[in-house]
């Protein structure tokens, strides 16, 4: 037999021993067959280079390590799930889903606790798989996927779509990687969450290979491709291609059958060979979900219930106060470190001198701590029967603690401020802010080496870091040439962000991320911002009173307007050079269209089509509905068109679509 057609069958049976293994948990050969043939194909892609296709078997044991992940954009956004507490918020969820579309069925799922990630498949080849990120762009992990063997790497049927979903470390790898890591004498992870996040982001996929990660799909981003109508149909068909999902789902007809799955689950968790931290409910039809829609970060059509925290008891050795960037006084409680939902907690947020005093908590307490959301410690209550005596009710100072002006508090706000704007301890959280990630994004400027400029002089305000030169950073502790180099650059390159990243690091109050978009955007220079006024801001949608008042009190300060020249002459950009809403707002004729795609399109995939319909601004939906606007139907296209015939829905032909996208183009 020919080498080719001997690799084929190896492809072949390989892919296939594997699916039995991994997907269906049910191999039909000893793993000692599946190792040999294994071999046999290393063997023959070491001598013949040329055979080895990116989609072979041998992918799976880790390729050549990489330096860095590139950084992706989702075709379409990861959101995430609004989540649920206790009985009332599910309640409160289903007649929301009730009000908007009526009775419907819902899919319960399990909320499986590792790393969202999406999978591209181009005619049924795995290409390219990226993580969450921040919603918008994710990183490229495709090799470390490759690694996991639940991820086909061809489908069965040769389609191109998105499918997502949760890989995440079986309690038995974790158990055997913590293991292995004492025995080395390194730090175990804190839970199998972090230790598949931390083998995701190995650069060499050998590594990443090493740590027996598992996967389970639960969704796909674009309906148009397959022919489910619905969740429960959408994970049937995933199963069919060649994908594992996860088989303790289940379909219920009430809220009151969801408490039901939910209180199995709440007993039943520990039964499982993997975490979770929750149950996810769906509403199950597609038809239903697209009426119901989004909110700008998830679903409204979905919930997440979350598993309450874990709870323990520590003392609360001292309550520590931070000064913040607007001169906010915080209370940090200071604990005796204790273990609560897999990290050692010694700190925890009061929030403010109100808390404090709801809650009475005093120095020397025993106090209950969990995590909130099962990431930010909370200090829940105190113990009053294990408290001293002689414990005094806590008083706030009367002056800040770092420049020692006298301390207010503002009327109708709960915190106390430091209103002295030379506040050493306010400036380095302002120059802390200005250069962090959503501002100006200077890589290497950590809070250690800020301060230190600060008490070296080097830096009093925003704009002198962009005077820093190499010289001035040398003598700093734990600095040295090729750091001092990195730095430089990485100022350099702040320069030239776009206004939107400038005008949130000087930290104006209430003005955050998503309002310095806009106003850069509508304004675009610095220049006419420094001259615009409340009123006209206040017509802006996303600009309420406080922040046009605040905005236009900023720019009128003389020593704003001075600091922003001495930026301006150090170089750093005062522009907009991002994008402009309406160039991605899309095309008048598609605007805030919902379209349907349906049966076989010839000159273009689905995919294609539907990337273009949404890069003009249509909204592309999988069933045909009265608030369809436009059904552009294939070859051969069915049930969809008929219906949009009986409803009078407009239909276009293929070619229909192409003269369009001609006369646009
Ligand atoms: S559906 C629009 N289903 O939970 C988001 N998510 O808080 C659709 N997760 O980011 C997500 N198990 O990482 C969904 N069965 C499941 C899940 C699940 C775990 C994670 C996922 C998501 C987060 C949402």
Same mark, same amino acid.
Do not use: W
């Given at each position: 037999m020919d080498l080719k057609a001997r690799v084929r069958v190896l492809h072949e049976r390989l892919h296939q021993y594997n699916y039995e293994y991994h997907v269906l948990d049910n191999p039909s050969v000893p793993d000692s067959e599946y190792d040999k043939l294994l071999h046999e194909l290393i063997e023959i892609e070491s001598q013949h280079p040329e055979l080895k296709a990116a989609d072979s078997p041998t992918v799976r044991v880790g390729g050549e390590a990489q330096s860095t992940f590139e950084k992706v954009r989702h075709d379409t956004p990861m959101l995430s799930l609004s989540n649920a507490f206790n009985e009332t918020d599910l309640r409160r969820f289903d007649q929301r889903v009730r009000d908007a579309v009526g009775e419907v069925e819902y899919m319960c799922e399990l909320k499986i606790d590792g790393l969202a990630v999406s999978l591209k498949y181009v005619d049924g080849r795995f290409v390219q798989g990226l993580t969450r990120g921040d919603g918008t762009t994710g990183e490229d992990i495709t090799e470390n996927l490759k690694t996991i063997h639940a991820i086909p790497l061809t489908l069965k049927e040769p389609i191109s779509f998105e499918v997502r979903g949760e890989a995440y470390m079986p309690r038995q790898s974790f158990l055997r990687l913590n293991d292995e890591k004492e025995k080395k004498g390194e730090q175990p992870f804190a839970n199998p969450r972090n230790a598949a996040a931390g083998s995701l982001r190995q650069l060499d996929s050998k590594l990443a290979a090493a740590r027996k990660l598992d996967i389970f799909l639960y969704s796909i981003n674009d309906f148009t491709e397959l022919d489910a109508t619905s969740q429960s149909e959408a994970l049937a068909e995933l199963d069919q291609l060649g994908f594992k999902t996860n088989p303790e789902r289940m379909n219920v007809k009430t809220i009151d059958d969801v408490l039901a799955y939910i209180d199995k689950w709440t007993s039943e968790r520990d039964t499982l060979s993997y975490d979770i931290d929750g149950i996810v409910i769906k509403v199950n039809a597609i038809e239903h979900q697209e009426e119901m829609g989004f909110t700008q970060k998830s679903p409204r059509w979905a919930i997440a219930y979350k598993f309450p925290a874990e709870e323990v008891v520590t003392t609360l050795e001292d309550i520590e106060l931070s000064i913040g960037r607007t001169g906010v006084v915080t209370p940090t409680a200071i604990l005796t470190p204790v273990h609560v939902a897999g990290t050692t907690v010694s700190r925890a947020s009061l929030h403010n001198e109100d808390l404090i005093h709801e809650r009475d908590i005093r120095i020397g307490d025993h106090v209950v701590v969990k995590k909130a959301g099962d990431i930010i410690p909370e200090v829940v209550k105190v +113990?009053?029967?294990? &408290?001293? /005596?002689?414990?005094?009710?806590?008083? !706030?100072?009367?002056?800040?603690?770092? %420049?020692?002006?006298?301390?207010? &508090?503002?009327?109708?706000? =709960?915190?106390?401020?430091?209103?002295?704007?030379? %506040?050493?301890?306010?400036? +380095?959280?302002?120059?802390?802010? @200005? *250069?962090? &990630?959503?501002?100006?994004? $200077?890589?290497?400027?950590?809070?250690?080496? $800020?301060?230190?400029?600060?008490?070296?002089?080097?830096? #009093?305000? *925003?704009?002198?870091? @962009?005077?820093?030169?190499?010289?001035?950073?040398?003598?700093?502790? &734990?600095?040295?040439?090729? #750091?001092? /180099?990195?730095? $430089?650059?990485?100022?350099?390159?702040?320069?030239?962000?776009?206004?939107?990243?400038?005008? @949130?690091?000087?930290?104006?109050?209430?003005?955050? =991320?998503?309002?310095?978009?806009?106003?850069?955007? #509508?304004?675009?220079?610095?220049?006419?911002? !420094?001259?615009?006024?409340?009123?006209?801001? *206040?017509?802006?949608?996303?600009?309420?009173?406080?922040?046009?008042?605040? @905005? =236009?009190?900023?720019?009128?300060?003389?020593?704003?307007? #001075?600091?922003?020249?001495? !930026?301006?002459?150090?170089? *750093?950009n005062m522009t907009y050079t991002g994008q402009k809403s309406s160039q991605i707002d899309g095309h008048p004729d598609f605007k805030n269209k919902t379209v349907v795609l349906t049966g076989k399109l010839e000159q273009m995939t689905r995919t294609e089509a539907s990337q273009w319909l949404k890069n003009h601004g249509a909204k592309v939906t999988s069933s045909v509905t009265k608030s369809t606007d436009l059904v552009i139907a294939g070859k051969d296209a069915g049930s969809k068109l008929t219906k949009a015939e009986t409803l009078g829905t407009p239909i276009w032909n293929e070619q229909d679509f192409i003269d369009k996208q001609n006369e646009i183009n």
């Open positions: +113990i009053l029967d294990r &408290r001293s /005596d002689d414990a005094q009710p806590y008083r !706030m100072p009367t002056h800040c603690p770092s %420049c020692g002006h006298e301390l207010v &508090r503002i009327e109708g706000e =709960v915190a106390l401020r430091c209103i002295n704007p030379k %506040c050493q301890a306010q400036l +380095i959280e302002g120059l802390k802010h @200005f *250069v962090s &990630r959503q501002a100006m994004n $200077i890589d290497g400027l950590g809070t250690k080496i $800020i301060e230190q400029l600060y008490h070296h002089h080097l830096i #009093k305000d *925003v704009a002198d870091i @962009f005077y820093l030169e190499k010289n001035d950073l040398l003598p700093l502790e &734990r600095m040295g040439e090729k #750091k001092a /180099d990195n730095l $430089i650059k990485a100022i350099e390159k702040s320069k030239s962000q776009s206004l939107e990243h400038l005008l @949130f690091g000087l930290g104006i109050r209430h003005l955050g =991320v998503k309002a310095s978009q806009v106003l850069a955007e #509508k304004y675009d220079t610095m220049e006419r911002l !420094m001259q615009v006024t409340e009123a006209e801001l *206040v017509e802006i949608y996303d600009v309420g009173e406080k922040l046009a008042q605040s @905005f =236009v009190t900023y720019m009128s300060n003389e020593d704003i307007q #001075k600091l922003i020249q001495k !930026m301006s002459q150090h170089h *750093v």
